[in-house]
C-alpha cells in the first residue's frame, strides 16, 4: 500500500497568513492527489484533486501543487473558516490511502 | 443540493454485525460511485471499499474484504455497510462519500458520519 506522510500534524497561523502542508507518498502517485478538509459539525470537503485541479465552488486561495511523491497544499490569506483539519489521498492505486491529517488552528 | 445522510450510533457486542445505511438525495445514487471510509482518531482515515450502485459492482480493500459488504438499494436511492464479525478494532466512525470526479476516485460528498461501538 502506498504510504502518506502529511507535515506537519499540527500548525498555528493568524488570519490573512499564508501556509504551506506537505503531503509525501511512499511512492511515485503520478499526479493523483486529493485534499480534503475536515470541520466540526460540517461534512469534508473536497479542496482538491490531481494535485492542483480546484474542486468546484472552492475559493482560489487554495492551491496544490506536486508530483511524483510530493506534494504542497497552500492556503494564502488565511480566512477564519480556514481553520480546519486538513487530509491528503492518494487516488491513483488501490487502496486509496490518506495522510494523518494536519490540524491548522488560530494563532 | 447534494445530500448524504447516515444512520445513527450504533453498540454491538463483539461478534454481532452492524449494517449502516446512506440515504442520497440531490442525485441519483446510479449515477455515482459511492465509498466508505473508516476513521479512528489514532489510525486516521482508511479507504474500506466502492459500490456501482447501479450494477453491484464492489472493490474492497484486501483488509476489509471479509469484514465489510456493501449494498445498495437504488429503490430508496440508498447505500448500504454491513460489517461482520465485529471485534473492539471495529469501533470507529464510518462515512459514505461519494465518488465526484470520475474518472478519478475521488469523494465530493461526505455524509456525517456513524459510530459504531464495540464492547461486550
Known amino acids: 500500500d502506498v504510504q502518506m506522510t502529511q507535515s506537519p500534524s499540527y500548525l498555528a497561523a493568524s488570519p490573512g497568513e499564508s501556509v504551506s502542508i506537505s503531503c509525501k507518498a511512499s511512492?511515485?502517485?503520478?499526479?493523483?492527489l486529493a485534499w480534503y478538509q475536515e470541520k466540526p459539525g460540517k461534512t469534508n470537503k473536497l479542496l482538491i484533486y490531481?494535485?492542483?485541479t480546484l474542486q468546484s465552488g472552492i475559493p482560489s486561495r487554495f492551491s496544490g501543487s506536486g508530483s511524483g511523491t510530493d506534494f504542497t497544499l497552500t492556503i494564502r490569506s488565511l480566512e477564519p473558516e480556514d481553520f480546519a483539519v486538513y487530509y491528503c489521498q492518494q487516488h491513483n492505486e488501490y487502496p486509496f490511502t490518506f495522510g494523518s491529517g494536519t490540524k491548522l488552528e488560530i494563532k | 443540493e447534494v445530500q448524504l445522510q447516515q444512520s445513527g450510533p450504533e453498540l454491538r457486542r463483539p461478534g454481532s454485525s452492524v449494517k449502516l445505511s446512506c440515504k442520497a438525495s440531490g442525485y441519483s445514487i446510479t449515477d455515482y460511485l459511492m465509498h466508505w471510509v473508516k476513521h479512528r482518531p489514532e489510525h486516521g482515515l482508511e479507504w474500506i471499499g466502492w459500490?456501482?450502485?447501479?450494477?453491484?459492482?464492489?472493490k474492497y480493500a484486501q483488509k476489509f474484504q471479509s469484514k465489510a459488504t456493501l449494498t445498495a438499494d437504488t429503490s430508496s436511492n440508498t447505500a448500504y455497510m454491513q460489517l461482520s464479525s465485529l471485534t473492539s478494532e471495529d469501533t470507529a466512525t464510518y462515512f459514505c462519500?461519494?465518488?465526484?470526479?470520475?474518472?478519478?476516485?475521488?469523494?465530493?460528498?461526505w455524509g456525517q458520519g456513524a459510530s459504531v461501538t464495540v464492547s461486550s
Open positions: 462519500a461519494r465518488n465526484g470526479g470520475y474518472p478519478y476516485y475521488v469523494m465530493d460528498a
Open positions: 490531481s494535485g492542483s
Open positions: 459500490i456501482d450502485p447501479e450494477d453491484g459492482e464492489t
Open positions: 511512492n511515485s502517485i503520478n499526479s493523483y
